[in-house]
């Protein structure tokens, strides 16, 4: 080994010495940054605020003691790994408000630490990555979601409610949880603190995290009362600016400005307002003020409502009834409405007369408002002897026997006591009349029911019904004694024959409870000397069942909305009744005929319907109620009720069918009357009114809204379009309207309006060669066309009705398939051209179309001048037309029938018809032939398509180019 390698082994040696060194060394050595920031964790230092909504408070700053004096000295003289472990321990502080979605962001606790991330590690010296964990899953840990790797820390899916966080749990810690709920001593009573633990990995960056989360409170609670009623009393004396508190003030969750703030009446009446005040804790109670007098005799109670506001933005408030009452105290005294009384009393009065009744009144309640009467000192004993006063009610009735010593006037002065009152005071001056004579008499004896001086008679009781006898007398018998009856009613006082002083009271018509329930009449006896006597009678009249019962309409009109709720409300019945008690109790009762889903309650009269009714079933109902009292036999009355059932638009339009068909034949004119379209609706009014609309087609197709028409706009061709299929829609005029569709199917009708058309031969001018050597029966061409009609109107029947050329009869054309063939073996003298007319026909009704095509046939070995050829196709051809019709022959379906008796007469039926087709034959040639002289120089050229007029009009065709070619 050289020197060279010796001093490369000595380097590598060195450098291995370098880095166990750095290993070994303590981490604040290898990495100052983390120093400085365990530091600043330690001694307070303010953490950086993050740029989102939540801010971050760093934590308190710590005072220097003894202990942190002792730190910073071993921090520079003393081990420095105790201090890299206790610098690990870092608290940050966070605040967010309550009741935010889950994913805000809180903050970054790798930002807010300044660790190295991913990003800011160095590439020659990769670190493990950072890891963030929660120490334990506590209460708090389930409102925030920590991320592992960036550290960020977000609100989880569980809302955070303060009020549920801290007003419930109070503050208190949860044992054995590193992470919770605190509500801070140190910080305001309003903070409310989510404590976190959280761990940082790997080993050279690990430290305890103390995270704090202050909740802030939002306006999410408004204020309420524990009471719906509070009741407050005030003295009616109480003065202006007394003060009462308010039990059971407004509670609100939120606190601080959230918090109630204020309180308010709704109605002061003048006299009240509301003051609050806050004790040291910061509870606020409101106090009712008095503003003005108050006094209990002329109100005494004030309703109004309290109402509590918070300071939230917008306020929240609650409200309460706030019964305030007025209590009574003793400032009204008694008072008399009168200050005198004069009585007038006969010295005859026996004991116990009433004299008089003096009565006080004092507005106060209870005990403030009794009264007690008393003589005055002054009035004398003599008089308190005589009139005995009752201290309670205040009457005076006499107490002693009058006689001749008795004085003649006796002034009562009375005095009405009140608790801490000054009397009140009266006097009552009594007259006695000394009576010398005795009075008449007047004794009755009752026919009639009495009972304490009360006559009971019943009401419709006869006229000169007898009530009591009265006699009439004078006890000194020395005067005459007349007597008369006194008061009003239906009642006469007459003498009794044949007996002296002698009356009879009895009535002179029908009485009337209804009319009138109570008379007072009196009897009045006098004599000459002036003296009278009266007796009272009251009179009572007992009611009897003479009443039915009425009610106030007798045709009562109901109107109700179908489909009703089931024990729908339709009236209450009303029937009154003039008896009284159990006579002029009214019950109420369905007629027979009300259908048994209506029910009337007995009691109360009130009509309802069971069930839901509908209009399309039952439009008017019409039924009977009665009205029953309770007497003995019972009287009833009659009404008629009658329930109109108001329509709904719960019916869609229906059509009749729900597929509707027409076959219409084309070519029908436009907007002629294809079909109706038959609609109803079971509603009524604008419910049932019902507009119908072609949802497609709508440019062809028009459907008239009244009838229900439907039209095209244009004619048809079956031949464009064989069939139409529309959707109609079916609109009432309810709200909402309701709607429905029915499919219509038109089929148009073949006419037979469109004539063969001949697809081949192409052309007139077209020809073929046809060699002499053909066989007969040999196929030579045909003719084919097409009908673009249907049916018997598309059935193609193929004939020859004109033939020119050496022997014409040679060729036979298939009536059905337009095949061509040769029926006679061909001639030398055969050779030339053949011109055959064809006429190609349907079978449409009424009358058939057709169309003509000229076949040229050139019989020839060869075709050695086809110039000359084109020339004689040019010229026209004289050519006689057969008028025949050509016939489709139709296999018989049955079996020859084979009679040999029925021969001879089936050949002389032969004969005889071709000797009459061989004589019209001839005739028609013989005119043709005649007519055709004239034309033959017109008749040139023919054309494919050539109408049948006898003669053939070439000019009249319609010339189309084609190509002409051997066919």
């Known amino acids: 080994m050289g020197k060279g390698g010796e001093n490369q082994k000595k380097k590598k040696k060195k450098k291995k010495n370098k880095d166990e060194g750095r290993r070994k060394s303590p981490p604040w050595r290898r990495h100052p940054k983390l120093l400085r920031e365990s530091l600043r964790g330690r001694l307070g230092t303010r ?41 690990r321990a870092t608290e940050l502080f966070y605040s967010l408000n309550e009741g935010l979605p889950a994913g805000v962001l809180i903050g970054s606790l790798a930002r807010d630490l300044q660790l190295p991330t991913a990003g800011r590690q160095h590439p020659t010296s990769p670190q493990p990555p950072l890891s963030f964990t929660l120490a334990s899953r ?54 409310c603190l989510l404590l976190l633990d959280v761990l940082v990995l790997p080993q050279e960056y690990f430290r305890l995290v103390k995270v704090k989360i202050a909740i802030r409170d939002v306006n999410d609670n408004a204020p309420h009362f524990p009471v719906p009623h509070i009741h407050l009393s005030v003295p009616e004396n109480a003065p202006v600016n007394t003060r009462l508190a308010i039990e059971h003030p407004a509670l609100d969750p939120d606190v601080g400005t959230n918090g109630v703030q204020t309180y308010r009446l709704r109605d002061n009446y003048g006299v009240f307002t509301l003051d609050v005040e806050e004790n040291e804790s910061g509870e606020r109670t409101p106090y009712l003020i008095v503003m003005g007098a108050l006094d209990r005799e002329t109100r005494e109670e004030y309703i109004t409502v309290i109402i509590a506001e918070d300071g939230g933005t917008p306020p929240l408030v609650g ?97 009405g006591n009140g608790p801490g009152c000054i009397p009140a005071v009266i006097t009552v001056l009594v007259t006695i009349i000394k009576v010398m004579m005795r009075p008449p008499e007047v004794v009755p004896r009752f026919i009639a029911s009495e009972v304490e001086g009360v006559v009971y008679l019943k009401e419709l009781e006869p006229i000169n019904t007898p009530i009591a006898f009265f006699t009439i007398k004078d006890p000194d018998e020395k005067y005459k004694v007349n007597c008369y009856l006194d008061g009003d009613g239906p009642f006469r006082l007459s003498p009794y024959k044949p007996y002296n002083n002698e009356y009879l009271l009895e009535t002179t018509k029908p009485l009337d409870y209804e009319t009138q329930q109570l008379y007072e009449i009196s009897v009045v006896a006098w004599n000459s000397e002036g003296f009278n006597v009266n007796k009272v009678i009251k009179i009572q009249v007992l009611d009897d069942n003479d009443n039915s019962p009425v009610f106030s309409q007798q045709l009562i009109e109901l109107s109700i909305e179908e489909n009703n709720v089931p024990n729908a409300f339709l009236t209450k019945l009303h029937a009154t009744d003039a008896d009284s008690g159990e006579r002029g109790e009214v019950s109420y009762f369905l007629g ?89 609706d079971a509603d009524a009014g604008q419910n049932g009114w019902v507009a119908l609309s072609v949802l497609n087609g709508s440019d062809i197709f028009v459907i008239d809204t009244g009838k229900g028409v439907l039209r095209a706009k244009v004619s048809l061709d079956r031949e464009q379009q064989s069939s139409y299929v529309l959707w109609i829609e079916a609109v009432d005029g309810g709200d909402p309207p309701l709607s429905s569709t029915a499919k219509i199917t038109i089929l148009l009708l073949d006419i037979n309006d469109n004539p063969p058309l001949v697809l081949f031969p192409q052309s007139n001018m077209s020809y073929l060669l046809v060699l002499p050597s053909t066989l007969p029966g040999s196929p030579i061409t045909e003719v084919y066309a097409v009908d673009k009609d249907t049916g018997m109107n598309a059935v193609i029947a193929y004939s020859i009705i004109g033939r020119r050329g050496p022997r014409p009869e040679s060729f036979r054309i298939d009536p059905k398939t337009g095949n061509i063939t040769l029926e006679e073996s061909l001639m030398q003298n055969d050779y030339g051209l053949y011109r055959l007319l064809v006429k190609v026909s349907d079978h449409g009704y009424p009358e058939p179309l057709h169309s003509t095509v000229m076949v040229n046939l050139f019989v020839n070995d ?13 010229k026209e051809p004289d050519i006689n037309i057969e008028e025949k019709q050509p016939q489709i022959s139709v296999e018989p379906t049955h079996k020859k029938m084979e009679s040999a008796s029925c021969m001879p007469t089936l050949v002389a039926l032969s004969v005889i018809s071709l ?53």
Do not use: W
Not at 49 to 61: D, E, H, K, M, V
Not at 148 to 171: F, K, P, Q, V, Y
Not at 325 to 352: A, E, H, K, R, V
Not at 924 to 941: P, S, T, V
């Open 47 to 87: 953490l950086p605020t993050n740029a989102g909504n939540f801010q971050r408070a760093a934590a308190p700053r710590l005072r220097c003691s003894r202990r942190d004096h002792l730190l910073l000295f071993l921090l520079f003289v003393g081990p420095f790994n105790c201090f890299a472990s206790y610098s």
């Open 915 to 967: 000797g009459s087709i061989t004589l019209v034959t001839g005739m028609g040639i013989y005119i043709c032939l005649r007519k055709g002289k004239k034309h033959h120089r017109a008749d040139e050229n023919l054309e494919v398509q050539i109408p049948l007029n006898g003669r053939i009009n070439l000019h009249m065709l319609e010339k189309k180019p084609v190509e002409i070619s051997n066919i």
């Open 592 to 680: 027979p005929d009300a259908p048994s889903y209506f029910s009337l309650d007995k009691t109360t009269g009130v009509l309802t319907v069971a069930t839901q009714l509908d209009r399309e079933e039952k439009e008017k109902y019409r039924y009977t109620v009665k009205a029953v009292d309770s007497g003995f036999p019972p009287r009833e009355s009659i009404a008629t009720v009658t329930i109109t059932v108001l329509d709904k638009n719960d019916n869609s339009p229906r059509f009749i069918n729900k597929d509707f068909s027409f076959f219409v034949p084309e070519n029908f004119p436009g907007f002629g009357e294809i079909g109706v379209i038959s609609v109803t």
């Open 138 to 191: 506590g209460l708090g840990g389930q409102y925030v979601h920590l991320d592992n790797r960036s550290g960020e820390l977000h609100t989880s899916a569980l809302e955070i409610d303060r009020e549920a966080l801290c007003m419930e749990s109070g503050g208190a810690t949860v044992p054995g949880e590193a992470d919770t709920v605190s509500s801070s001593s140190s910080s305001s009573p309003e903070s």
């Open 862 to 874: 060869t075709v050695s001048n086809e110039s000359y050829i084109e020339s004689l196709l040019r």
């Open 319 to 415: 409200s309460a009834t706030l019964t305030i009452g007025i209590s009574d105290i003793n400032d009204n005294c008694p008072q008399f409405s009168d200050s005198q009384l004069n009585i007038t009393l006969y010295g005859n009065s026996s004991l116990g007369t009433h004299v008089a009744t003096v009565h006080a009144v004092d507005l106060d309640l209870g005990s403030n408002a009794q009264i007690t009467y008393s003589y005055s000192q002054k009035v004398p004993q003599p008089s308190r002897d005589l009139f005995h006063l009752d201290e309670s009610t205040g009457v005076i009735t006499l107490s002693s026997k009058v006689d001749g010593n008795t004085p003649r006037f006796h002034r009562l002065i009375i005095l």
